[in-house]
């Protein structure tokens, strides 16, 4: 069975996503900006189930997924597999400056 390990650098982010999704009025209601976010739990908890690409940049993780939470967001979960546990390292949007560097493999 897999187990998925999310390191605390990504947590951050996800949890401080909800206050940005709210404060910049992307949301209305801050339970729609925390269902986002766990919807984004919920698609890490899915990882080993769906299609992975290698990473151009392993600083990011040696593998990522990525997720389509609407059309015009994708988020990048990059990650590291070992014996069935996923090191969850990395995460980012197609709207992030980090974009760029995350699919080009560029440091």
């Not at 999704?21 to 801050?30: C, P, R, S, V």
Request: proline share 2%; hydrophobic share 35%.
């Amino acid at each position: 069975m897999a187990q998925i390990i999310v390191k605390p650098g990504v947590r951050d982010k996800l949890n401080s996503l909800v206050h940005i999704l709210y404060n910049e009025e992307y949301f209305a209601f801050i339970e729609n900006a925390k269902q986002y976010v766990v919807a984004i739990y919920e698609f890490i908890e899915s990882i080993p189930y769906q299609r992975r690409k290698l990473c151009g940049n392993k600083k990011f993780g040696s593998w990522y997924c990525r997720y389509q939470a609407n059309r015009n967001t994708s988020w990048y979960i990059g990650f590291d597999l070992e014996d069935d546990v996923y090191l969850i390292k990395f995460i980012t949007n197609n709207h992030c400056e980090d974009y760029a560097r995350f699919i080009s493999g560029v440091n």
